[in-house]
């Protein structure tokens, strides 16, 4: 007997039997139900693994129940049946997260051959799904992949601060994972029952940022209509998280420095001395020291941010991650776009860990999703990852100024990105922020084409 259990729905009891009869012939567990309503109440008693049900029946229609169902049931999978005239709804079905349907007056044949397909399909994601607990069993730590010495001694290093107050400042790369990082401390910490609230330092100019983090009266200034709490009243109790702390403004600085040593601050345009409880996480991707020296940042705050230091490597230097990493996000993204796909080809893993990854593990994680989306096959190959340029040619010019090689790079990389601002700074190790001030400063004129990080 096959261990899937279908369910089969239809208010008309020959074909009903029928289809019953004959998937019990093929060695399945058949369920059945009348309407849409007996259907429910079997799906939440027995759980099937899948469900075929008619387009269209009284009460609830084959749209409706397949809804319902998947709210029972996550992860049940639905064939729709349906007559010709009905194809196009059941294409819309499809879209809504059906599996497929079958059109009526279908063949034995043709229903067993759906049914087994899709039986495969689930037998395929459950054994991902087992695989994936195994792996994060082993692997994983809040949210955080590796099995690399380097990330398994940053992990000791978490669950150590993580039971202290400690403010922490946490560098790296872009897209080494920073945020995740700044959770597995709350996490680990006596505030994990209180709010985590990340906010980005680039994000928003002076004004905004110091309304998000204070929060301001009503009347304030132009477009103050109302009293707004700012995000340090929003994580009291627990943790603040700042990410790309660096390109804070001076003024902010000066203002976040009170809070830090003081526990209270004033909301924008008013007197009243809030006090609050927060642990503040901040993350940058540059050089704080260099800032210091350029009077871009502030010693005495970047001392209070920084009583524990926590330095994020980049891909390349723990590449031991990359194969269980990959794994991670295929699995994720198969499941996501209904893809058979079983792991990676021997081609692939090498490209994987031959390349340096300067957009490190979110890079990653869009190349194993874009491959997921083209893939054709039932493993991921080298052709289905993202071509990647040469490297640039970092040799000696004679005549070239300092201006002009970072010009020439960024140009580079902005090429080699689409223009994809977003994907460019991470290649960079810069913000955003930073690229649009140079792209303007010289002049670069190319299109901005963003996309969301």
């Known amino acids: 007997m096959k261990r899937v259990k279908i369910l089969v729905v239809d208010d008309e009891p020959i074909v009903r039997e029928s289809l019953g009869d004959w998937l019990k012939e093929a060695g399945y567990q058949v369920l059945t139900a009348e309407d849409g309503y007996r259907a429910l109440e079997v799906v939440e008693k027995e759980r099937p693994g899948i469900m075929i049900a008619d387009l269209v029946m009284p009460g609830i229609d084959g749209i409706e129940l397949m809804r319902k169902a998947k709210d029972l049931q996550p992860g049940i999978e639905v064939i729709i049946v349906t007559a010709y005239a009905s194809i196009p709804t059941a294409i819309a079905a499809m879209k809504e997260g059906a599996y497929d349907y079958i059109e009526k007056p279908f063949s034995p044949e043709r229903a067993e051959l759906l049914v087994e397909k899709l039986s495969q399909y689930r037998e395929l994601v459950e054994e991902n799904i087992a695989l994936r607990q195994r792996l994060e069993e082993q692997y994983r730590f809040e949210n955080i992949i590796a099995k690399s010495s380097k990330m398994q001694r940053l992990i000791e290093l978490i669950k150590i601060v993580g039971n202290t107050n400690a403010t922490v400042l946490i560098t790296g790369e872009s897209g080494t994972g920073k945020e995740l990082v700044a959770r597995a401390i709350h996490s680990q910490s006596d505030r994990h029952k209180q709010p985590f609230v990340a906010v980005s330092c680039a994000a928003l100019p002076e004004s905004l940022l110091e309304s998000e983090l204070f929060g301001h009266e009503k009347g304030s200034f132009t477009g103050a209509y109302t009293q707004k709490k700012g995000k340090f009243e929003f994580a009291d109790g627990g943790t ?15 203002h976040l420095l009170r809070v830090l040593e003081e526990k209270e601050f004033a909301r924008v345009g008013g007197n009243e001395q809030i006090k609050v409880d927060v642990r503040v996480i901040s993350a940058t991707n540059k050089n704080l020291s260099k800032a210091i020296e350029h009077n ?22 723990r590449k031991e991650d990359i194969p269980i990493l990959a794994e991670h996000f295929l699995n994720k993204f198969a ?4 893809k058979e796909i079983k792991g990676f080809s021997g081609d692939a893993l090498e490209f994987l860990l031959e390349y340096d990854w300067p957009g490190n593990v979110r890079e990653l994680e869009n190349a194993v999703e874009r491959a997921v989306i083209l893939a054709r096959e039932s493993s991921i190959t080298a052709a289905d990852l993202p071509r990647k340029s040469a490297a640039p040619d970092h040799s000696y010019v004679a005549g070239k100024n300092l201006k002009d090689v970072e010009k020439e790079h960024i140009l580079g990389v902005l090429h080699e990105t689409g223009e994809n601002y977003s994907q460019a700074a991470r290649m960079l190790g810069i913000t955003r922020m930073t690229l649009y001030k140079k792209v303007k400063e010289y002049g670069l004129g190319v299109n901005k084409v963003d996309s969301t990080d």
């Open 240 to 254: 603040l998280f700042l990410d790309e702390i660096g390109e804070m403004s001076p003024n902010t600085q000066v």
């Open 296 to 317: 871009e940042f502030r010693e005495d705050l970047y001392y209070r941010l920084n009583v524990v230091n926590i330095e994020l490597p980049p891909l390349r230097e």
């Open 335 to 338: 499941l996501e776009n209904r």
